[in-house]
């Protein structure tokens, strides 16, 4: 069989898998029906977790606001839940967090969504909620002010992110008519100027039965739900929605370029193409071709921008698209220096696409790619209901289905065509970010085109084949049978073996969708690493995937990737290793791929080299990060002297000295067979993947028999504060307080002081953002590590609020130590926790991740179980133990990014 057969055969396997095998869950089990007053219902069970989700999908979004009025869609959305004609402010959330289950909506350019996602056996009392807030919003005007307050801090919050901000403005730049060019939340001015009966008016006009899809999806009989369907969604308005035109875009005549500056540590260049929408015919090949250029590390631009010509220390390409427009979009993270040559060099991979050929194996690893996203999209059953709602909204809700039939359907020709018609000079757009004082002030558009072209007239001297072995690759993937899967999964409870060569295996069947999450774990990480080589177990899981005795980089990310697999790196406080994921049908060649990374890497210096230079981009780029930065400094304000306090991504200094050398030391001393854990869950069977990893680590025997000493973890014996000026439009911290170990029972009381301080409907959000408007983010979080754990919250407020933000915080930390918590907030937190258990353990990964930890920190995976029972028996009598124990100002650390 010739590889150009081959590829037919598996192709063709997949889509027959995914469109015949896989029709009972997607199409066989969804019921569509239309209400009287117009509402369209969609309905779909899936038993594979006691989970249901509620989606309230309203066709209006940003695209249906006048100019006067943008932003107006989320604002709304806001309101949505602050209080009905039956409900005072604050209920819906709190019967729905009694109910163990949450809250949450969102906007975007063509729809506003509100969805609660709860334990199945609620979902009465869900719809009931979700119709209440639906057709009795009050929208009261005090709340209204104090709600304005919030938009606004998130608006201010945006203009903090790099990655919002250059998207924006390259909408801007790339759009003159079309309301996409907005700044899709408004100015806080537009925001403070609406009314209570603009508001109102609004919803009157768009929030009518007819332009509203009801998407329901979980472990829940069709018939009993679509009665309370009836029962509560039977009233609305009867009038027909009528949507203002929106304009559309002229074609574009020649290049747009911009430069925009700010606080920054790199440059960020965002760089787009007009294309049309998801439902037209050419959108499938653009997609594909998105994935050939900037999807994986085998990519086109990964490979010749990161890899070969080190410009960048990110590259991704992707093809974004609404219903009737879309843009081809191009994003790189790199030194200012480096930014015209990058984007000669984006558009050089682009006019190969179009001159030179594609190759079999790029056209199926993207295909396979793009069917991987689609299932792991619909592994929730909040997933799902998206995925139903938008596609019904585009006209039919099998659509989602019909376009991964298209996708298998690109050849080499149809990319090659949209590849000319829409990535050309005249129809680009290109946004560079650029930090304060790299801004060049002489390019222009005429001139970046002058320069662009002059080099693509070159001759082009290097031509690199990307057959990487691909005629070895036949080898690695059978011809396999197919296999017809459906919603009523078989879970089986998970069990734990060991191995030959003496790694632990814990595996757990899950058989509802043909994915597979496997994570290999060993004991150690940042808690092994000093500030000297702070960042070296995270640069050694790196390298490792950069080449081994047997296969090259470029040829591990090129046949995980036809495989249809991702692989990430974990290094975690007290563990390390690989998350990996994998279409179910491709699991032994992709074990085989990761065995021989674990095994045998080479840890070639130039390869380091790399990853150290990405490593050491990444460490940059944290530092523009609002939310993880500030929390950073907090763990180092916290363990200062320890471990647990270095930087998670490593310390700059110690990064850039490390070696090839003393990577492969670390290796030998930390990749151990005695120390390994591996966790399975997935539509697999146990037996022959147990069979499958002693064959693979049959000769994998170095062990080791004592651990390396931890130092103890030191308690502050005064508040200590870490804090960094920035030009930011907020100022946000973390502050908190040490905790216990993961093994002490101590744990379970202080999640549930968690549940009542956090989340919706928790005292901290209470206080701070529904009675005083302060923060659009404030939350609070318990973690816990072998050897201590952190108590902490962050909020980001606007800067002259820095101080009283903080007071606010510490006197919720504070009150629980001198008051007992309500017997109404020790229930709801309970049930909460335990209905978002059950939530968050919908995905594979999310239970790798937990059978993880409990084995690798000393609880065993009967924690997994036991977790919920453990805290059904918390009193308010240890939460307030716990707080009297840990909530010592004496030993509150604090980190701070001060915003201008």
Not at 214 to 232: A, F, H, M, P, Q
Not at 320 to 341: C, I, P, S, Y
Not at 420 to 433: D, G, M, Q, R, V
Not at 587 to 593: G, K, V
Request: aromatic share 10%; with cysteine; charged share 30%.
């Amino acid at each position: 069989m010739n590889s150009k057969t081959l590829n037919t055969c598996v192709s063709l396997f997949l889509v027959g898998w995914l469109l015949s095998g896989y029709k009972e869950m997607s199409s066989f089990n969804v019921t569509r029906t239309s209400l009287d007053n117009g509402m369209v219902v969609l309905v779909e069970e899936r038993h594979s977790a006691p989970v249901v989700a509620i989606n309230t999908w309203v066709k209006t979004g940003y695209f249906n606001e006048p100019d006067s009025l943008t932003g107006i869609s989320h604002l709304l959305e806001h309101m949505f839940f602050k209080g009905t004609k039956k409900r005072k402010v604050g209920q819906l959330r709190e019967e729905t967090k009694k109910l163990g289950g949450y809250l949450n909506g969102g906007t975007i350019y063509e729809y506003t969504h509100y969805y609660t996602v709860l334990p199945s056996r609620f979902v009465q009392q869900g719809l009931q909620i979700q119709s209440d807030a639906l057709w009795n919003s009050a929208i009261d005007s005090a709340e209204l002010e104090k709600e304005k307050r919030v938009v606004i801090q998130e608006i201010k919050r945006k203009k903090d992110n790099p990655d919002a901000l250059s998207w924006e403005k390259l909408m801007e730049l790339a759009f003159d008519r079309h309301p996409i060019r907005r700044w899709r939340m408004g100015t806080p001015e537009q925001v403070k100027s609406w009314s209570q009966g603009q508001l109102k008016d609004y919803f009157k006009s768009f929030y009518r039965p007819d332009n509203i899809i009801l998407s329901i999806v979980g472990d829940v009989n069709t018939e009993e739900v679509l009665r309370g369907v009836k029962k509560y969604y039977r009233c609305g308005e009867m009038e027909k929605t009528v949507k203002p035109e929106v304009l559309s875009e002229p074609p574009q005549k020649g290049l747009r370029y911009s430069q925009i500056k700010g606080d920054i540590t790199q440059s960020y260049l965002k760089m787009g193409f007009h294309i049309p929408g998801q439902l037209h015919q050419d959108f499938p090949a653009l997609e594909v071709l998105a994935y050939i250029l900037g999807h994986g590390r085998s990519s086109r631009l990964c490979q010749s921008l990161m890899e070969r010509k080190k410009l960048v220390s990110s590259i991704k390409s992707e093809a974004f698209a609404l219903k009737d427009l879309g843009v081809f979009m191009v994003e790189a993270e790199l030194k200012a220096e480096n930014l015209l040559k990058a984007e000669m060099e984006i558009f050089r991979e682009i006019e190969k696409i179009k001159g030179e050929e594609i190759y079999d194996h790029e056209l199926k690893k993207a295909k396979n790619a793009i069917k991987f996203s689609y299932l792991s999209s619909i592994q929730t059953a909040l997933g799902r209901s998206e995925n139903l709602a938008l596609f019904e909204s585009y006209g039919d809700y099998q659509l989602g289905l019909r376009y991964l039939k298209n996708v298998d359907r690109v050849t080499e020709k149809d990319i090659k065509k949209v590849a000319s018609n829409y990535l050309f000079f005249e129809n680009a757009s290109i946004l560079e970010y650029r930090p304060e004082n790299e801004v060049d002030e002489r390019m222009t558009a005429d001139g970046l085109k002058d320069a662009i072209s002059k080099e693509l007239n070159k001759d082009l001297k290097e031509r690199i084949s990307r057959r990487v072995g691909f005629e070895k690759l036949k080898e690695e993937i059978p011809f396999l049978s197919q296999k017809v899967y459906s919603s009523e999964s078989f879970k089986s409870n998970a069990r734990i073996d060991t191995l030959t060569c003496g790694a632990k295996l814990i595996t757990r069947e899950n058989h509802s969708l043909p994915l597979i999450c496997l994570g290999i774990y060993f004991k150690g990480g940042r808690s092994y690493e000093s500030l000297e080589n702070c960042g070296i177990t995270r640069l050694t899981l790196n390298g490792s995937l950069k080449g081994t005795k047997n296969r090259s980089a470029e040829r591990i990310f090129n046949t995980l990737e036809i495989l249809g697999a991702s692989i990430e790196t974990v290094a975690e406080a007290d563990y390390f290793g690989y998350l990996f994921e994998v279409l179910s049908a491709n699991l032994d060649p992709a074990l085989e791929i990761l065995a021989d990374v674990i095994k045998n890497p080479l840890f070639d210096s130039e390869e380091i080299g790399k990853e150290k230079r990405i490593l050491l981009a990444k460490i940059q780029k944290n530092k523009d990060n609002m939310r993880e930065y500030p929390i950073q400094l907090f763990y180092q304000a916290t363990f200062s002297e320890h471990p647990y306090g270095l930087n998670g991504l490593g310390e700059a200094e110690a990064v850039s000295h490390l070696n090839s050398s003393e990577v492969n030391r670390w290796h030998q001393k930390c990749f151990l067979a005695n120390n390994m854990v591996i966790v399975a869950v997935g539509d697999f069977d146990s037996s022959h993947l147990k069979r499958k990893l002693e064959e693979l680590f049959e000769d994998f025997k170095r062990k080791s028999t004592e651990e390396p000493k931890i130092p103890k973890i030191k308690l502050k014996k005064k508040e200590n504060v870490l804090v960094q000026s920035r030009s930011k439009a907020q100022t946000a911290q973390a502050l908190g307080f040490v905790t216990c170990p993961y093994r002490e029972d101590d744990l379970y009381a202080l999640k549930v002081l968690q549940a009542v301080a956090s989340g919706t409907g928790g005292r901290f959000f209470q206080r701070l953002r529904e009675k005083r408007g302060l923060a659009y983010t404030v939350y609070g979080v318990n973690d816990s590590w072998k050897l201590g754990g952190v108590f902490y919250a962050y909020i980001a407020t606007s800067p002259e609020n820095e101080k009283i933000a903080k007071d606010e915080l510490l006197s919720e930390f504070y009150r629980f130590k001198t008051e007992f918590i309500t017997d109404e907030e020790l229930n709801t937190a309970k049930n909460y926790i335990q209905g978002m258990y059950q939530i968050h353990l919908e995905t594979n990964a999310a239970l790798v991740k937990q059978y993880a930890k409990a084995e690798l920190l000393g609880k065993g995976i009967q924690e997994v179980e036991n977790y919920p029972k453990k805290v059904a028996q918390v009193t308010k009598e240890e939460v307030r133990k716990v707080a009297t124990r840990y909530f010592d100002p004496r030993h509150l650390a604090v980190g701070v990014i001060r915003g201008k």
